[in-house]
Structures are given as C-alpha cells and as structure tokens.
C-alpha cells in the first residue's frame, strides 16, 4: 500500500503545512516518503482492514485527537495515528533535531486531506519515480536521534555530507511487527541510494527469542546465532546495493541487566561486520565506557568533568556531539576525499544537558 500511499497528499498540500521544497513521493517500505528542505520528510502509511486498536498496539496516547476520521491519536513515538471505514493510516514528520514538538496542527491537516479521497479509487500504479536522496542516510532507533543531530549540527559542511536522518522509537530487529527495519533499510537504500549507511540501533533488541517453540535468552548461543544472522542478512542486502555501511553499536548502559545485553549485540554485530567488505563496525563504548565495559556519565574533556548521558541510555546534547565526532573519523576514512571537521574546540564542553 505503499504506492497507494503516494497518491493521497500532493507536494502543495505538504508544502502549505511544512514549507518546502517538497520532493517527489517515492514508497519507502512501510511508507511512502516525501523529502522535505534539506533535512526533513513525511511518511504516510496506509493499512486497510486493519483496526485503530491493532494498528496501535504497540504505542500509548500522547494526546486525543477528536473530529478526525473515527478515531485518532498522536503517539509516544510522534505518528498521528488515525482511522476511518476500516482502514488504518499513520503520519509522521521527522526533523533532524526535532525531538519533541510533535506538530500536531500540521499532521492534523494533512491526515485530513488524505481522507478527503476516495481510498478505492487509488489503484496502486506502476513504482512512483524519486529523486535519489542525500549521499549518507543515518538510521536507528532513539539512541541515534542525539548523534544524527550533533552529526547533522557540526559534520555536515558540503553537499557530498548530506544526511538523511531517521530515527524510529523503541525500534530494533527483535520485533520487526512493530517497524520493520530489515525491509525499511533495503527499500531506502534502493529509492534514494545512499552512498553511505550509519545504522545505530540496538538499544531495544534485548529480548529474548522464540526459536524452534522454546525461548532463547539474549546472549545464548542460539540466540546470537539468529540474530547474527539478522544482522548479517541486513548488512549484506545493504552492500550489494551499493551502499557502504557504518554499523554504530551501544554503550555500556546504566542498568547491568541491560548494559550485559548491549555488550553481547555489539559482539555479534561487530562478528557479522567482519564477514562483510564494505561494512565497518564502530564500538562507540571505546569512547563513552569506563574499564572492563563499564557504564560512566561523565568525562574529562579539556580538562572538564563533563556529564555525556541523559538517562542511563541516552546520550545528552554534550555526549552526542563527542561521539558524532568519533563517527566523523571514521566517514572520512569510508568516503574519501571528504570534508570532516570535527565539532568546534570545547563545544562539547559548553553543551551541557
């Protein structure tokens, strides 16, 4: 339904809520996307004979929507979820920095547009032509928002560093009902073509699995061997697109439960990275951790105790930008001839959280 998507809101309809300009649509499994300014896009998911309460079973309410459709909310994760006849839609409007205003006047509009058609009418047509996007796209889950800001912030100085930057909260490869980034990555990389992929998003993948009807705690070894292959599956999709790939792992985290299971992804994801030429694997606690894959909050930067994390997970403002430094590094090495600088002396000193 993702072309189907396509046809439900113009480029002028877009560009009156969001300012522009607005690109063409393209379907980038499970959405259609339209690329809006220089770092911004909307997604419009359409999912018919799907019930509002299936469609948000995985989200709790930030705010009621009423007049709009049957039923609709905007969600913890930033969609506006709403529904009508039977059918399910979501939207979401995703800014390099934004992290809370959720626009809600804005998406409320648009989703009215796009009830304002009649769904059966919308054949889905041949693939809508795209233009290829920016030359590095920048994905994860919530712990990439901080990183792809300060990235966006202080690295992204010519065209040839241009970003694409998403992040989907609470997502990851566990759980792919809830987003689906096995098939989300693959269908992005083929519609804009991305020169480079920076992938970080881990952070909710500490969950047991169902294998061969018996639950395989996380960091068993069968366990690592089917998410490893995940992970594997994905890496290797990416590269025989043309793509290369920066797969960021996680710190240590505050909680030891979860801090065990960070360390025990990051392994299997940096054995994966190995197999593959063209994909790099970036241990950020080498720069964030304390000895022996400890977790710690702080850290002396010019010659400041500097606090870098928000919440035990998170990065703050101060962390993000040390660690998009340390991914600026490694960009310059995968993309050459490149311009990266690093973010200005102390400003990571200045930033605090």
């Given at each position: 339904m993702t072309r189907v998507a396509c046809r439900l809101l113009s480029r002028?309809?877009?560009?009156?809520?969001?300012?522009?300009?607005?690109s063409p649509a393209t379907p980038t499994y499970p959405y259609c996307q339209w690329l809006v300014g220089t770092g911004a896009f909307l997604a419009l998911a359409v999912e018919p004979?799907?019930?509002?309460?299936?469609?948000?079973?995985?989200?709790?309410?930030?705010?009621?929507?009423?007049?709009?459709g049957d039923?609709?909310?905007?969600?913890?994760?930033?969609?506006?979820?709403?529904?009508?006849?039977?059918?399910?839609?979501?939207?979401?409007w995703q800014q390099v920095g934004d992290f809370s205003e959720l626009h809600g006047n804005q998406l409320v509009a648009l989703a009215h547009d796009v009830l304002a058609h009649d769904l059966s009418t919308q054949a889905a047509a041949a693939p809508v032509p795209g233009p290829v996007g920016p030359p590095i796209y920048f994905a994860g889950d919530s712990t990439a928002a901080g990183p792809e800001w300060a990235w966006d912030t202080y690295h992204v100085t010519s065209p040839r560093l241009r970003t694409l930057a998403e992040y989907q909260v609470g997502s990851g490869l566990v759980s792919p009902g809830y987003f689906d980034w096995s098939r989300h990555l693959l269908a992005v990389v083929a519609a804009r073509r991305p020169k480079l992929v920076i992938y970080?998003?881990?952070a909710n993948d500490g969950q047991a699995l169902l294998i061969d009807g018996a639950i395989q705690s996380v960091g068993s070894p069968l366990w690592r061997k089917v998410y490893g292959s995940r992970v594997g599956a994905i890496m290797s999709s990416?590269?025989?697109?043309?793509?290369?790939?920066?797969?960021?792992?996680?710190?240590?985290m505050q909680d030891p439960q979860l801090s065990g299971d960070m360390k025990a992804m990051d392994a299997v994801c940096s054995q994966q990275a190995a197999k593959y030429p063209g994909v790099t694997f970036v241990n950020p606690g080498s720069?964030?951790?304390g000895p022996h894959w400890s977790y710690e909050a702080t850290?002396?930067?010019?010659g400041q105790e500097i606090a870098l994390r928000l919440d035990g997970v998170h990065l703050n403002m101060a962390g993000s930008i040390y660690l998009a430094d340390y991914i600026a590094a490694y960009v310059?090495?995968?993309?050459?001839?490149?311009?990266?600088?690093?973010?200005?002396?102390?400003?990571?000193?200045?930033?605090?959280?």
């Amino acid at each position: 339904m993702t072309r189907v998507a396509c046809r439900l809101l113009s480029r002028a309809q877009i560009r009156a809520e969001f300012g522009g300009p607005v690109s063409p649509a393209t379907p980038t499994y499970p959405y259609c996307q339209w690329l809006v300014g220089t770092g911004a896009f909307l997604a419009l998911a359409v999912e018919p004979h799907t019930s509002f309460q299936a469609a948000t079973q995985y989200v709790t309410t930030l705010q009621t929507i009423t007049g709009l459709g049957d039923q609709a909310i905007i969600a913890n994760n930033g969609y506006l979820y709403f529904t009508s006849s039977g059918t399910s839609y979501w939207l979401l409007w995703q800014q390099v920095g934004d992290f809370s205003e959720l626009h809600g006047n804005q998406l409320v509009a648009l989703a009215h547009d796009v009830l304002a058609h009649d769904l059966s009418t919308q054949a889905a047509a041949a693939p809508v032509p795209g233009p290829v996007g920016p030359p590095i796209y920048f994905a994860g889950d919530s712990t990439a928002a901080g990183p792809e800001w300060a990235w966006d912030t202080y690295h992204v100085t010519s065209p040839r560093l241009r970003t694409l930057a998403e992040y989907q909260v609470g997502s990851g490869l566990v759980s792919p009902g809830y987003f689906d980034w096995s098939r989300h990555l693959l269908a992005v990389v083929a519609a804009r073509r991305p020169k480079l992929v920076i992938y970080m998003g881990s952070a909710n993948d500490g969950q047991a699995l169902l294998i061969d009807g018996a639950i395989q705690s996380v960091g068993s070894p069968l366990w690592r061997k089917v998410y490893g292959s995940r992970v594997g599956a994905i890496m290797s999709s990416l590269v025989r697109e043309g793509s290369k790939v920066l797969w960021i792992g996680e710190p240590a985290m505050q909680d030891p439960q979860l801090s065990g299971d960070m360390k025990a992804m990051d392994a299997v994801c940096s054995q994966q990275a190995a197999k593959y030429p063209g994909v790099t694997f970036v241990n950020p606690g080498s720069v964030l951790n304390g000895p022996h894959w400890s977790y710690e909050a702080t850290r002396l930067i010019g010659g400041q105790e500097i606090a870098l994390r928000l919440d035990g997970v998170h990065l703050n403002m101060a962390g993000s930008i040390y660690l998009a430094d340390y991914i600026a590094a490694y960009v310059k090495r995968i993309l050459p001839p490149v311009e990266v600088r690093t973010a200005p002396a102390g400003a990571a000193v200045q930033i605090r959280s």
